[in-house]
């Protein structure tokens, strides 16, 4: 297969393989090394961007709701559904991926690269007579991947490997993107995250002057550019930087101390700041209280926030990760698929789960046993069984006559002494 580079001072910058390709272009190799500049001047990527305190807390929050939910794998047979706890496949995903991670450790570096780079990948090592899965290698450097397309099959070259990878030995977990590449949401956010790190440098160059404004002074006589040298560097000795705050300052010979530019309260640092946690939770569909921003939570919406982040955050997350999963593991195997237990983000205070585990006993969705292995106890004995409440009856059989309970030889015995005892009454009078 054809290519052509673009080179800049022997570095390559693009390479585009054949039109097979349908063009696309390789990502760009500066912005792999430096990211990307926004309109404050700063260059974003995942080092400085990570230094923002709600960034790190998004991405946080993220992967941990992403590793801490169960994930397991069933088949499904009829109505039925069974935990092939038994599975290799099941163990790789639900235990441990390969000989040095653990799934939650797995599935948390996935999403954390996902967060930051758009894309994460896991190679999948197969049994060279079987096919079948043995180990999940997940691969450290996103950026040392390159996906391309040939002919309608995706492909993927990675750093140090001769031959390319085909998709069908890639799980490739994405973020948004044009469907063979995720679109980094630290790029999507690159105005938002310079923005942030403009003011934060900002409120740091403030601290370390003693939190003072920008002064200048005023003279009425011409000075000459020593003198000018000679008094920036007085007063950068004697009264500058946090550690002389409160020195007393002279002016002599006329000089007048003059302030000049914008106190951060004339910036609306504060306010700022707060924007700016909103929108880049915004670019994660975070909820604010998540990452400790009450401005605007209270006791009545939290809890209906936090199940809200999980249908309308994880769960996207969720089916995505479970639908490759079952493409790349599974290969279309009738029944057999991936699931993650989500009841694990969804559980509220006690009063509130022991109101629905009830309800679901009572509906006899749930057996005793059913919610012991929710709490994670032991089942008991007889403890499989499903129930329901006896008042409970449809409309229709509501209008019909209530059934005896009476047992048919009692009924018979109960109406013979009724004609004996009437036939006695009757010879008596």
Known sequence: MQKSEI???????????????????????????????????????????????????????LSNAFCMVPL?????????????????????????????????????????????????????H?????GKPETLELLLKPKDVKPYLVKGKVWYDVKGFELP????????????????VGKSPMEVARENIGQALAMQD??????????????????????????KESMKNSWAQNYGGSDKLHELAFLDGGTELIEVGMSPADAQMVEQMKFKIEEICRIYSVPLHLVQSLDHATNNNIEHQGIQFVTYTMMPHFVNFEQELDF???????????KHNVSALMRGDMQTEAAYLGKMMDLGIYSIN?????????????????????????????????????DPAVRALTEEALKQKNGHKIENN
């Open 202 to 227: 900002y409120g740091s160059k403030i601290f370390s002057t003693g939190g003072s404004k920008k002064v200048a002074i005023k003279t009425p006589n011409k000075i000459t550019p020593e003198m």
């Open 328 to 338: 790349k593991l599974f290969g279309g195997q009738t029944g057999k698929y991936t």
């Open 370 to 406: 059913d919610v012991k292995r929710i709490k994670d106890e032991n089942p008991i004995e007889d403890g499989d069984g499903h129930y329901v409440q006896v008042n409970r009856v449809s409309i229709k059989e509501m209008n019909k006559p209530a059934p005896s309970r009476i």
């Open 72 to 124: 397991s794998a069933y088949q499904k047979d009829g109505d039925k559904r069974t935990i092939l706890d038994k599975d290799p496949i099941h163990i790789l995903i639900h235990n441990r991926p390969n000989s040095y991670m653990t799934s939650f450790t797995w599935r948390r570096t996935i999403m954390m690269q996902a967060t930051s780079y758009g894309n994460s990948y896991t190679i999948i």
């Open 126 to 130: 197969r049994n060279e007579n079987s």
């Open 7 to 61: 080179r800049i001072l022997g570095l390559k910058v693009f390479e585009r393989r054949s039109d097979s390709v349908n063009g696309m272009i390789r990502e760009s190799f500066l912005q792999n090394i430096f990211g990307s500049q926004s309109s404050t001047g700063k260059m974003v990527n995942e080092t400085n961007a990570n230094t923002i305190a709600v960034m790190w807390a998004c991405r946080q929050l």
């Open 165 to 180: 990878v085909p998709a069908e030995n890639m799980i490739h977990f994405k973020w948004n993107g044009d469907g063979i």
